[in-house]
């Protein structure tokens, strides 16, 4: 696909005073930390930390982008992360809401909602080498909602949707990947679940690469004409 400029390039409050409580739990992975998160700036300080899991209590309003350069699950826990400004800026390589890049590994789980504003971002992409597993949750972007730029992306479910269209190819781009990067296998998306609106992940643009995880296929929603969800082939 194509790389978009920002019409087609690439195309709360706290808590409580005192309180940003962390915890520790036990997964079936081991002992994992977390750090509880209620407005922006505490956000983006739990993004820089060290604890393995950041989960939101409020919905955010981010005032600038999130870049993730570590390994960190975000749980959404049911929240919103939205943007009322503008934080497109080529110059600067500021396409997304959240992007995860370098030595990037991030989760995103926990059945919220990211939110761009209209005809402004995306909202995840990965640069640089970032890694990135989406479980669920809704998000809402536009051109593309995930972008490989540089990278490995996983969506395992989730709900996908655009608000700005690209003129040239419509819905096309709602999952997308950076073409010199991807023909040099330097960025991925591979799709085992989730719903896509008006896009058909079984027949991307990219000539011969296949979106769906091997053993996964794309259908349509049940009374929807434009609407597809992915599930593993009985």
Same mark, same amino acid.
């Given at each position: 696909? @194509?790389?978009?400029?920002k @019409?087609e390039?690439?195309?709360a409050?706290?808590?409580?005073?005192?309180?940003?409580?962390c915890i520790?739990f036990?997964? !079936?992975?081991?002992? *994992?930390?977390?750090?509880?998160?209620?407005?922006?700036?505490?956000?983006v300080e739990?993004i820089?930390g060290?604890?393995?899991?950041?989960?939101?209590?409020?919905d /955010?309003d981010?005032q600038e982008?999130?870049?993730?350069n570590r390994?960190?699950k /975000?749980?959404l826990?049911? @929240?919103?992360?939205s943007?009322t400004?503008?934080i #497109?800026?080529?110059?600067?390589s500021? #396409?997304?809401?959240? +992007?995860?890049?370098?030595?990037?590994?991030?989760t995103?789980?926990? *059945?919220?909602?990211i939110?761009?504003? *209209?005809?402004?971002?995306?909202? /995840?992409?990965?640069m640089a !080498?970032?890694k990135?597993i989406?479980?669920?949750?809704e998000?809402i972007?536009?051109i593309s909602?995930v972008y490989?730029?540089e990278g490995?992306v996983?969506i395992?479910?989730?709900?996908?949707?655009?608000q700005q269209?690209? +003129?040239?190819?419509?819905?096309?781009?709602?999952?997308?990947?950076y073409?010199?990067k991807?023909?040099e296998e330097k960025?991925?998306?591979?799709?085992s679940?989730g719903?896509?609106?008006?896009?058909?992940?079984?027949n991307p643009?990219e000539?011969g690469?296949?979106?769906?995880e091997e053993?996964y296929?794309s259908?349509?929603v049940?009374? +929807?004409t434009?609407?597809?969800?992915v599930?593993? /082939?009985?």
């Amino acid at each position: 696909m @194509k790389k978009n400029l920002k @019409k087609e390039f690439i195309a709360a409050t706290l808590l409580g005073a005192l309180i940003t409580p962390c915890i520790i739990f036990t997964t !079936g992975c081991g002992m *994992e930390s977390q750090v509880q998160v209620a407005t922006y700036e505490e956000l983006v300080e739990a993004i820089k930390g060290d604890k393995s899991v950041v989960c939101l209590t409020e919905d /955010i309003d981010l005032q600038e982008q999130i870049v993730v350069n570590r390994k960190v699950k /975000i749980d959404l826990n049911g @929240k919103t992360i939205s943007v009322t400004n503008d934080i #497109w800026n080529e110059d600067t390589s500021v #396409w997304s809401v959240i +992007s995860v890049r370098g030595n990037g590994d991030a989760t995103i789980t926990g *059945e919220g909602k990211i939110q761009t504003k *209209e005809n402004d971002s995306y909202c /995840i992409d990965v640069m640089a !080498g970032g890694k990135l597993i989406i479980e669920n949750g809704e998000f809402i972007g536009n051109i593309s909602s995930v972008y490989a730029y540089e990278g490995d992306v996983l969506i395992k479910g989730g709900t996908y949707s655009i608000q700005q269209l690209s +003129s040239e190819y419509g819905y096309r781009l709602l999952i997308n990947l950076y073409d010199v990067k991807r023909r040099e296998e330097k960025a991925n998306i591979k799709i085992s679940g989730g719903e896509f609106k008006n896009f058909d992940p079984s027949n991307p643009m990219e000539e011969g690469y296949k979106l769906l995880e091997e053993g996964y296929e794309s259908k349509l929603v049940e009374g +929807s004409t434009t609407d597809y969800i992915v599930t593993k /082939i009985a």
